[in-house]
């Protein structure tokens, strides 16, 4: 048996309305199309990824993400060029995203290259580009 990718991805938002300001934004910059979209629901589909967010039951300003917890450490989208990498590095700072480090050099692996951001709730996101065909071709 072998998988055929990840099909969503869902993170739970302790303030929707930031959350869902913010990803409003990004997810379609990233080509990503909403096809779900309610006052406590907002689901993208587009390049190979499904990404949403929900509402928390505890909804609080103060209900944040803790990266150092069990659970969730970082979400990465794969960029197809390292442009990309630094037109949404560009596009992050117009927004006001919480950018916790500029495009760079990564070394894990050849070429790698990365920009590292938080969402209003203190979730960490990357998006990189790795030359070549990479682990995941």
Same mark, same amino acid.
């Given at each position: 048996?072998?998988?055929?990718?990840?099909?969503?991805?869902?993170?739970?938002?302790?303030?929707?309305?930031?959350?869902?300001?913010?990803? #409003?934004?990004? @997810?379609?910059? @990233?080509?990503?199309?909403?096809? !779900? /979209?309610?006052?406590?629901?907002?689901?993208?589909?587009?390049?190979?990824?499904?990404?949403?967010?929900?509402? +928390?039951?505890?909804? %609080? +300003?103060?209900?944040?993400f803790d990266q150092? *917890? +069990?659970?969730?450490?970082?979400?990465?989208?794969? !960029? *197809? *060029? $390292?442009?990309?990498? /630094?037109?949404?590095? #560009?596009?992050? *700072?117009?927004?006001?995203?919480?950018?916790?480090?500029?495009?760079?050099? %990564?070394?894990?692996?050849?070429?790698?290259? +990365?920009?590292?951001?938080? %969402? $209003?709730?203190?979730?960490? @996101?990357?998006?990189?580009?790795?030359? #070549?065909? #990479?682990?995941l071709a």
């Amino acid at each position: 048996m072998e998988i055929n990718g990840i099909a969503h991805t869902i993170l739970t938002a302790g303030d929707f309305p930031a959350a869902r300001a913010f990803y #409003g934004q990004l @997810l379609p910059y @990233l080509g990503l199309t909403a096809v !779900m /979209d309610s006052e406590d629901f907002y689901y993208c589909v587009g390049g190979k990824t499904a990404f949403g967010i929900r509402a +928390s039951e505890q909804q %609080d +300003s103060l209900n944040r993400f803790d990266q150092n *917890r +069990s659970g969730l450490h970082h979400l990465c989208f794969r !960029m *197809r *060029r $390292p442009e990309d990498v /630094d037109e949404l590095h #560009g596009f992050l *700072r117009q927004i006001g995203a919480h950018i916790v480090h500029p495009p760079q050099e %990564d070394g894990w692996a050849p070429g790698y290259y +990365s920009v590292l951001f938080e %969402d $209003p709730e203190g979730i960490r @996101l990357e998006a990189n580009f790795v030359p #070549g065909k #990479g682990l995941l071709a």
